[in-house]
Each structure stands twice: as structure tokens, then as C-alpha cells.
């Protein structure tokens, strides 16, 4: 068979072509935005875990072979330091976020999921280790999708209706998520700055694009920002889409790990963020659930 006649997935190029839905969002807000706290300490791999092996993304390049004290305790550092930092900084604003969580971290940490719900945030599951799905085969899958659930609803008492899976899914993640019925979304798509629905198994299933580029998760790839840079690059993409927003209104993700923007270095830039987002006038910020569930009503999906 020729390259030309090679069989092509059903990837969508097309989206909204250029003529988005108006969603209305609350106040006549430009923006909706999205706070997305990743809580994935402990349920990183760790030789001292008793996995094979170690987690290799985080601040220092070092990747040993053996049981690794010193990883470990930079995962450490965002629940024992920077978890009460966030979420006091997050208090003084008056906001609400996602907080994106893996069932094993929930499980090591279930004072601090609970501690999320007190404030008002929302408790989505994240997965039930900090790991790709892209090698898993459907029963496995099904399986770390329920006990997920399951985890994360033990402790916070409620349900989370939304799902993102570390980087890349498997070919069966998003059928799965709708056959167990509780979801309102996934975030497992970073394709547009705007909310859409999927066929999903013969529903209309909704997504809720995520995004990498307004995200401390920069701070670990060679260190490419610094407290500054990460502010001023999200600031400036808050402000190109409000003035989108004047005809186009739009979503806005930004993705924060406690052990990158908790540090005490880093944290001026979310503070300086919020102060921003929050005085401009122009800014929903609401949990994914809630901008999920606004989504569904003013923009239904078809039949």
C-alpha cells in the first residue's frame, strides 16, 4: 500500500471553524478560567514504594537506578510546605480551582483532599498513579478508572465528575469514561481554547481542552521560566483571549503542581496572576465542573 493510501484516524482539523459558540458565561465574564491544582505527591513511582523504578521529571537531573530518598522528598515538599500555601493564596483571592488528583495521592494525603472540599474546590481524579494509560489494555484500565473513582469519593465524600489522564490516554480511555456513566467531562485534549462535544459510544460526551503552555510545569523543562516569565506568559495569554472575548468569549486553563509553583520563589507569580485575572473585570474563574455543567446549558449538545 502507497503512503497516499494509507488509512488516516478520525482526528478533527476543523473544530469551530473560526465561528465559536457563545457560551454567555456568568456576568458577561470574556473569560472563563480555569485553576487546575495537580495532587499527584505520592503516587509517583519510587523505588522506596516498592516500585521498579524511580519518577524521572523533577527539578534536577539525576535519574538513579536505585531507591531514591532525594526525589522522593521533592514530591514531599508539596504536601508538607506548599499545599497550605496555595491554598491560602487561593483563600486571600476569593477563588475556586480543580484540584486534578490522583487516587493514591488522595489515599497518603486524605486530610488534605478533605481539606480542598472544606474550601470549596473541586476533587477530579487524575488517575490512580501518576502514569501514562497509553500502554494499558481495557480491562486494566477499566479497573484504575473505577478504583480511582472509588478512592477519591471514600475520602472527599463526593464523586469527581471529571477526568484527566497523565499525558497520553489509550485508545479505549474516553469509551471507558463514558460507559462508567459519572463523568460530566474529561480534560484528555489540549485542540482548542474552548469547550466541545464528542461521540463517544453513541453519546455526546464533553471535553474540556487542557493546556501545557500555561503551566508550571515549565519551571522543570530546562528551566525555562522563571517566576517572572511564567507570570508574564500568562498574563499575556489571559489578555489576548479577553479581547477575543469582546465577540468570541473563551476558557482558560492554567496548571499548577504543588512542588513547582508552591515554592516560595515561584509563588509570586501565581499571586501576581490572580491579582491580575481577578481586578480585570473580565474574568470567570470557576472549577471544571462548574464550567462544565454552564457549558451544558447554554451550549446542548445535539442530538
Request: proline share 5%; net charge negative.
Amino acid at each position: 500500500m502507497s503512503e497516499a493510501n494509507q488509512p488516516v484516524s478520525q482526528r478533527d482539523f476543523v473544530g469551530y471553524r473560526g465561528k465559536p459558540p457563545n457560551p454567555h458565561w456568568p456576568n458577561g465574564a470574556r473569560v472563563a478560567v480555569s485553576l487546575v491544582v495537580n495532587f499527584e505527591e505520592g503516587s509517583e513511582l519510587s523505588i522506596n514504594d516498592g516500585d521498579a523504578g524511580n519518577e524521572a521529571i523533577y527539578e534536577v537531573v539525576h535519574k538513579l537506578d536505585g531507591p531514591d530518598s532525594c526525589i522522593d522528598s521533592h514530591f514531599e515538599y508539596g504536601t508538607r510546605a506548599a499545599w497550605w500555601r496555595i491554598m491560602d493564596l487561593f483563600d486571600a483571592y476569593g477563588v475556586k480551582a480543580t484540584v486534578s488528583s490522583c487516587g493514591r495521592a488522595v489515599e497518603r494525603s486524605p486530610d488534605l483532599a478533605r481539606d480542598a472540599i472544606a474550601r470549596g474546590h473541586e476533587a477530579s481524579a487524575h488517575g490512580w498513579r501518576w502514569q501514562s494509560h497509553a500502554e494499558r489494555n481495557e480491562a486494566s484500565e477499566r479497573a484504575v478508572i473505577g478504583t480511582t473513582v472509588a478512592g477519591v469519593e471514600r475520602v472527599t465524600g463526593q464523586r469527581p465528575v471529571g477526568w484527566h489522564t497523565r499525558s497520553a490516554t489509550s485508545q479505549n480511555t474516553r469509551r471507558l469514561l463514558v460507559e462508567d456513566g459519572g463523568f460530566l467531562y474529561d480534560s484528555d485534549a489540549y485542540n482548542d481554547d474552548l469547550p466541545y462535544y464528542m461521540d463517544v459510544a453513541g453519546k455526546q460526551h464533553l471535553v474540556l481542552p487542557y493546556a501545557f503552555d500555561t503551566n508550571d510545569m515549565q519551571y522543570y523543562n530546562a528551566s525555562r521560566f522563571n517566576g517572572a516569565d511564567f507570570a508574564d506568559y500568562v498574563i499575556d495569554a489571559f489578555e489576548r483571549r479577553k479581547r477575543e472575548g469582546e465577540t468570541a468569549p473563551k476558557m482558560m486553563s492554567i496548571g499548577l503542581h504543588l512542588r513547582m509553583i508552591g515554592r516560595p520563589g515561584r509563588i509570586g507569580a501565581l499571586e501576581r496572576i490572580l491579582s491580575h485575572i481577578t481586578g480585570s473585570g473580565a474574568a470567570w474563574i470557576a472549577p471544571r465542573a462548574a464550567i462544565a455543567q454552564h457549558w451544558m446549558t447554554a451550549v446542548p449538545a445535539k442530538a
